[in-house]
C-alpha cells in the first residue's frame, strides 16, 4: 500500500512535471553516454585481450635485413624469452588496375607445416595457402572487402621487381593487423595496405631468404624485464642488420587502439561528468525551490510527528525518482547505442568478433552515480530542511533582504524599474546565478568539444597538405636508390620537377636521453615541401646541423646550439656529433631533417634516395601514376590532395554525426537549465509579477523581469562556455605526443554554432515559461499565502 | 448551563517562559517570563492581541519550539532540553495540532491528509472515522482545493484529532474563517472536548470565543495577565462576535 507522504511524492513529482523532464533528460544523457561509451571501451579492451590471447600477439617485436636460421636457437636461449617465431616479411606493390590506386602492401610468411607459435591468422574464409604452390597467398580480409577481392580471384603482385599473379585461397586477420597503416598516417586510408600471407618455402627464395628470416616475434616469460631482453634481442641481431627491437605497446596497430582506447576513457568520465554534475545543480535548484514553497507542509509534517529523517527520506525519494526515471532511459539507450557507437570503430579496427556487451556492473555503477548526483543535489535542501525548526516553518520565511535602493541609482536610469527588479534579484542570489551560468557554459563547451576534433583535424590538413606538402604526387620506393636514377622520373611526359628526399632509420641522443626516429635529407634546393616554425610560418633549412621536430628536441631536452649524437641504425652503425640548428613544429611523428649533403656522413659521400616528390602538370597526374605501377622499385604511390579528399570524405559523416549528437546533448543541458531557472523565477515572483499586473504593466513589461535575468545569464554564459571549451579540448588532446599532435583549433564557425544553439534552446525555454506568464490568474495569485 | 468536571491533574506546565527570536534584523521578544498550566480534561482559552505572544507560547508547550529560557513539563517529563527526537515523539504521541492556515497538504485529499498521522500514529482512529466525527465523512476524497475554509479546518482537525492525542493545541482554529463557519468549527473542538476527553488549547484574538472555556488565560505583550477559571460557561452556538 502506498503511505499518504508518497502520494504527496508522486503528486507533488506531477505538479513539477516539466521541471522533472528536463532534469531525466539530463540525467538521460549522461547515462547514455556513459553506458555506451564504457560499453564501447570495455568490449574495444576485452576483445582485444582474447584476440591477442587466442591469436597469440607477441610481446617483443624485431626486424633485421637478413639473419639465418641458426641465429633462433640463439635468440630462444635468450633469458627471459618464452617463445621465438621468425618469418620473412618483405614489402610488395599492387599495382593496381580497374580504377584502384596502386598500393602499397607487404608480404608475410607463414611456416610450412606446422601451425603459427605467434601471430596466428583467423581465417575468415576459404584455406590456406598449399606449401607446394608459391602463388597461393591468404589476403587481408580489410583490404579485400575495400577492393572487392574474392576467395578464388587472381591479383597482380609486384614481389622483388617481378610482376605475378597470386592466387586468393582465403581471407584472413591477425592481431598484428587490427589496424593498418601503410606509410604516413594521414594519407593511409583504412583498406588500403595489403597484407599477403605467403607459405614460407614458397616465398622466401623469391627475397634470397632462404633459410634465413628478417622478422622476429617473441613472447616473454611471467616476470621478465622487458628492457633487457630488448637489449639483448638488438645484440644479437646485430651482425644481420638488425633495427631494435621493440616492445608492444610500441606496436604501430596495438598503438592506434591504445590511444583509442585512452581517448574513450577521458570520455568516459568528462561526458558524464559533465551532465550529472548540471542534473545534481538542477535537482538542488528545484529542490530547493520545492522546499521553499513547501515550508509550511515542511512545518505541519514536522509538527504531527514526523521525524527529521523521515522528511530528508521524503525529499531525497523525489529527486531519486527523477535520477532513476533517467537513469532508466539513459541505461536504455546507452544499451541500444553500444553497437552503432562500435560500429563507427569497424571500418579502422578489424577484430574477429566486435560486438557490444553491457557488464551488469556498468549498470549498477551508472545507477550509483545517478544517485550520488541526486544525493549531491538534494545535500543543501535536505540540510535546510532538518534546520527548520517546526515553529519557524509555520511563519512564512522573512522577506528577502535586498541592499542598495533609497534615491535611484544610475542603474535605475539605465535599466528601468523591471531592469531593476533583475539586477537586485541577481546581486541578492549571486550563487544561483553564477551556478546557472556554469551550467549554460559547460552546454556551450559541450558543443565546443563536439566540433573541434573537425576543426582540428582541417587545420591540421591545411597545414600538412595545404602548407607543408606540396608534391602533387609522393612516391615512396621499396629500396633506396642512386641519385642518377631520379633522372628516368623526371623524364616521364607530365612530370614537371623532380625532388628527392633520403630518409635513414638513426638514434638521436642527447645525454642519457635518445628517441629512435629517421632522419630526412633534403635537397639544397626545394620547392616541394617546406619546414614551419612553430608560429605555422615557412622557414629557411639551416645551412648546417639538423633541424629537430619540436616535441623531439623537448624530449631530449635540446634547443638550438647543442650538440646531439645520431647514430645510423644500418650498416655499420657509425655515430656522427651534430649541431641542432632549428626546431620545427610538426603534427605528426618526431623526425630530424638535414641537408641531403650533410648527410654524406653516414653513407660515405654516396647520395641514395628513399622517396620522391613529383611536381606534374595539371591532367597528368592519371598517367604518371600509370607508368609509376610499372616500375619496380615503386613501393607506394599517393596524392596529397586525393589523401585529404579521402580522409575529408570519410571523416566528415562521422564528425558531423558526432557533432549533432553532442548538439543535441548540449540543447537538452542549455534547455534544462533556463527552463528550470525560468520556472523557479516565475514562481518566487508570482506575487511580485501578479502585483505588477494589477497595477497596470503589459505582458510584455513583466516579461523583461522574467527573462531578463535568464537573458543574463546567458550572456554571461556564452564566453565563459567559449574558454571552457578550449580548455577542454587541449585537455581531449593530451593523447600521446610522440606520434601525432593535434592543434586544439577551433573554428569561428563552431563558436557561432555552439552560442547559436544555446541561444536558441535558451529561447525556447523562454517561450515556454512566457506562455505560463501568459496564463497568470491574477486574483488567485494575490490570494495565495505567500 | 451545565458546568463541566473540575479540572483534572496538570499535564502540560510551562514555568517562567521567554522567548527572543530574530525576524529579519529585529529580535523579538515574543514572551517575558509566562508560567502557566494545562489541566487534564480542561478547555483553556488564551485570548491576547495580534503579537501578544500566545502562538509562540503555545508552539513552545507544544514542543514546535523551544524556549530562551525557562522550563516546559509534560508530566513528569522535562521538556525544556529535550532533543529534536523527544519532542519530535512528544508531538507524535501526544499532540495534536490545528492552525489558522489549516496547513492541510494540498497534494492530498481529505482522507489522505488525516491518513499522514495515522500511518504513524500509536492507537489511532481510521481517518474514515475522524473526518465521521467532524461531519466530513462524505467529503473525504476532496483534496483542499475542492473544500470550504471550515472544511479544511475541519479536516484539520481530523487530522489532529485521529491519534487519539491527549492534548490538542489550536492556534486561531476560526481566525481565516467567516463568523457562521467558525462557530461550526468551535463546535467541533467543544464535542471532542467533551466526548473524547481531549485536554485541548484554544488561542484566539477573539475574546467572546473564551466565554465556551473552562478557564481563561489573557496576554498582552508577551506577558500573562489573567488566568482564571470560567464559572459562566456557555455553548459554541450561543457565541457571537
New interface residues.
Given amino acids: 500500500m502506498v503511505s499518504a507522504l508518497d502520494r504527496k511524492l508522486l503528486r507533488d513529482l506531477g505538479q513539477v512535471r516539466g521541471q522533472v523532464l528536463t532534469i531525466c533528460l539530463v540525467v538521460a544523457t549522461g547515462i547514455t553516454g556513459f553506458i555506451a561509451m564504457q560499453g564501447a571501451y570495455q568490449t574495444l579492451q576485452q576483445t582485444r585481450a582474447d584476440y591477442y590471447r587466442e591469436y597469440r600477439f607477441p610481446e617483443v617485436f624485431a626486424s633485421a635485413r637478413r639473419a639465418p636460421n641458426r641465429v633462433i636457437d640463439e635468440l630462444r636461449t635468450l633469458p627471459g624469452v618464452s617463445l621465438v617465431a621468425t618469418r620473412v616479411v618483405e614489402p610488395v606493390l599492387l599495382p593496381g588496375g580497374n580504377g584502384n590506386r596502386p598500393a602499397s602492401g607487404q608480404i608475410v610468411t607463414i611456416s610450412d607445416h606446422e601451425r603459427q607459435p605467434l601471430n596466428r591468422i583467423h581465417l575468415t574464409r576459404g584455406r590456406l595457402p598449399d606449401p607446394v604452390r608459391s602463388d597461393e597467398a591468404v589476403l587481408l580480409e580489410h583490404y579485400a572487402e575495400t577492393h572487392d577481392i574474392h576467395v578464388g580471384d587472381h591479383i597482380p603482385v609486384v614481389i622483388n621487381g617481378t610482376l605475378q599473379n597470386l592466387h586468393i585461397t582465403g581471407l584472413g586477420m591477425s592481431p598484428e593487423f587490427v589496424l593498418v597503416v601503410g606509410g604516413d598516417m594521414l594519407s593511409s586510408t583504412p583498406g588500403s595496405h595489403a597484407v599477403l600471407w605467403m607459405r614460407y618455402s614458397s616465398i622466401a627464395p623469391a627475397f634470397d631468404m632462404d633459410g634465413a628470416f628478417n622478422d622476429i616475434a617473441i613472447t616473454l616469460q611471467p616476470g621478465a624485464s622487458t628492457g633487457a631482453v630488448l637489449s639483448a634481442v638488438d645484440r644479437v641481431l646485430d651482425p644481420y642488420g638488425g633495427f631494435p627491437a621493440f616492445a608492444r605497446n610500441k606496436h604501430t596497430s596495438d598503438h592506434f587502439i591504445e590511444s583509442e582506447l585512452a581517448g574513450l576513457q577521458a570520455q568516459v568520465t568528462i561526458i558524464p561528468l559533465i551532465f550529472l554534475s548540471v542534473a545534481a545543480f538542477l535537482l538542488n535548484t528545484v529542490l530547493g525551490r520545492i522546499v521553499e514553497l513547501q515550508r509550511p507542509q515542511v512545518a505541519t509534517l514536522k509538527a504531527v510527528g514526523y521525524s527529521n529523517a523521515s522528511i530528508g527520506l521524503h525529499f531525497l525519494k523525489l529527486v531519486s525518482v527523477i535520477v532513476l526515471l533517467g537513469a532508466a532511459l539513459g541505461i536504455t539507450l546507452g544499451a541500444a547505442l553500444g553497437d552503432p557507437l562500435l560500429s563507427l570503430y569497424r571500418p579502422y579496427f578489424r577484430f574477429p568478433d566486435l560486438k557490444a556487451e553491457l557488464q551488469p556492473i556498468t549498470v549498477v555503477i551508472s545507477i550509483a552515480i545517478s544517485f550520488l548526483a541526486a544525493a549531491v543535489g538534494a545535500f543543501v535542501s535536505v540540510r535546510k530542511i532538518v534546520a527548520l525548526a517546526p515553529a519557524e516553518a509555520m511563519r512564512p520565511a522573512a522577506p528577502p533582504n535586498y541592499r542598495g535602493g533609497g534615491a535611484a541609482t544610475w542603474t535605475e536610469y539605465l535599466v528601468g524599474p523591471a531592469g531593476q527588479m533583475v539586477l537586485r534579484e541577481v546581486t541578492r542570489r549571486p550563487g544561483r546565478v553564477i551556478a546557472s551560468v556554469i551550467g549554460i557554459s559547460l552546454a556551450v563547451a559541450i558543443m565546443i568539444i563536439g566540433r573541434f576534433a573537425s576543426d582540428s583535424i582541417g587545420h591540421l590538413l591545411d597545414l600538412q597538405y595545404g602548407r607543408v606538402m606540396q608534391e602533387d604526387i609522393t612516391v615512396a620506393l621499396s629500396d633506396p636508390i642512386p641519385a642518377a636514377d631520379i633522372d628516368t622520373f623526371a623524364a616521364m611526359p607530365g612530370v614537371r620537377h623532380v625532388e628527392a628526399i633520403n630518409e635513414l632509420p638513426v638514434r638521436i641522443s642527447y645525454g642519457s636521453r635518445s628517441r629512435d626516429v629517421a632522419v630526412q635529407g633534403w635537397p639544397e634546393e626545394r620547392r616541394l615541401r617546406r619546414l614551419l616554425n612553430r608560429d605555422g610560418a615557412a622557414m629557411m633549412m639551416p645551412s648546417r646541423g639538423v633541424v629537430l621536430s619540436d616535441i623531439l628536441a623537448e624530449r631530449l631536452m635540446v634547443s638550438v646550439g647543442d650538440t646531439v649524437d645520431i647514430e645510423m641504425m644500418r650498416g655499420d652503425r657509425r655515430t656522427v656529433q651534430v649541431a641542432v640548428s632549428g626546431v620545427v613544429r610538426d603534427m605528426i611523428g618526431m623526425q630530424g631533417y638535414m641537408r641531403s649533403a650533410d648527410m654524406f656522413v653516414f653513407t660515405d659521400g654516396i647520395e641514395t634516395i628513399t622517396t620522391l616528390l613529383l611536381d606534374v602538370r595539371p591532367g597528368a597526374i592519371a598517367a604518371v601514376e600509370d607508368r609509376l605501377r610499372d616500375i619496380p622499385s615503386v613501393a607506394g604511390v599517393s596524392s596529397p590532395a586525393e589523401a585529404r579528399t579521402n580522409f575529408e570524405e570519410q571523416q566528415g559523416g562521422m564528425m558531423l554525426g558526432m557533432s549533432l549528437v553532442l548538439a543535441f546533448f548540449a540543447s537538452i543541458i542549455a534547455i534544462g537549465i533556463v527552463y528550470n531557472n525560468a520556472r523557479i523565477v516565475l514562481s518566487t515572483r508570482r506575487r511580485d509579477l501578479a502585483s505588477m499586473r494589477v497595477l497596470g504593466f503589459r505582458r510584455s513589461e513583466i516579461s523583461t523581469v522574467l527573462l531578463g535575468e535568464l537573458a543574463l545569464q546567458v550572456v554571461c554564459a556564452l564566453p565563459l562556455g567559449m574558454w571552457l571549451g578550449k580548455q577542454a579540448t587541449s585537455a581531449l588532446l593530451a593523447t600521446d605526443p610522440e606520434n601525432f599532435r593535434m592543434p586544439a583549433v577551433i573554428s569561428l564557425q563552431t563558436y557561432v554554432f555552439a552560442a547559436l544553439v544555446t541561444v536558441i534552446a535558451a529561447a525556447i525555454s523562454g517561450f515556454l515559461v512566457r506562455r505560463k506568464l501568459d496564463s497568470l490568474d491574477l486574483i488567485a495569485v494575490l490570494k495565495t499565502r505567500s | 448551563m451545565t458546568a463541566r468536571p473540575e479540572s483534572g491533574e496538570e499535564v502540560l506546565r510551562a514555568i517562567n517562559v521567554s522567548k527572543i527570536?530574530r525576524?529579519?534584523?529585529v529580535d523579538v521578544h515574543a514572551v517575558r517570563g509566562v508560567t502557566v498550566s494545562l489541566h487534564a480534561g480542561e478547555l483553556m482559552v488564551l485570548v491576547g492581541a495580534s503579537g501578544s505572544g500566545k502562538s509562540?507560547l503555545l508552539?513552545?508547550i507544544?514542543g514546535?519550539?523551544?524556549a530562551t529560557s525557562g522550563r516546559v513539563m509534560y508530566r513528569d517529563q522535562d521538556l525544556t532540553h529535550a532533543t529534536?527526537?523527544v519532542l519530535?515523539?512528544f508531538?507524535?504521541?501526544h499532540v495534536?495540532?490545528v492552525?489558522q492556515?489549516y496547513?492541510?497538504?494540498?497534494?492530498?485529499t481529505a482522507r489522505?491528509?488525516v491518513?499522514?498521522?495515522t500511518?504513524?500514529?500509536q492507537n489511532p482512529m481510521t481517518p474514515e472515522a475522524a473526518l465521521d466525527v467532524v461531519a466530513l465523512g462524505d467529503r473525504m476524497d476532496h483534496f483542499p482545493a475542492q473544500l470550504s475554509g471550515g472544511e479544511q479546518q475541519r479536516v484539520a482537525i481530523a487530522?489532529?484529532i485521529a491519534?487519539r492525542p491527549e492534548i490538542l493545541l489550536c492556534d486561531e482554529p476560526t481566525g481565516a474563517l467567516d463568523f457562521k463557519t467558525g462557530v461550526r468549527v468551535l463546535e467541533v473542538l467543544e464535542r471532542i472536548n467533551h466526548e473524547l476527553g481531549t485536554t485541548t488549547a484554544v488561542i484566539t484574538h477573539n475574546a467572546p470565543i473564551s466565554a465556551m472555556a473552562t478557564r481563561v488565560v489573557t496576554m498582552t505583550d508577551g506577558r500573562l495577565q489573567s488566568d482564571v477559571r470560567n464559572t459562566n460557561i456557555r455553548k459554541a452556538i450561543e457565541i457571537e462576535w
Wanted: aromatic share 10%; net charge negative.
Fill in positions: 527570536y525576524m529579519g534584523d509562540t508552539n513552545i507544544g514546535l519550539d523551544t529534536d527526537r519530535t515523539n508531538r507524535r504521541d495534536g495540532f492552525f492556515f496547513n492541510l497538504i494540498p497534494s492530498l489522505e491528509n491518513a499522514l498521522v500511518e504513524i500514529a487530522r489532529a491519534k
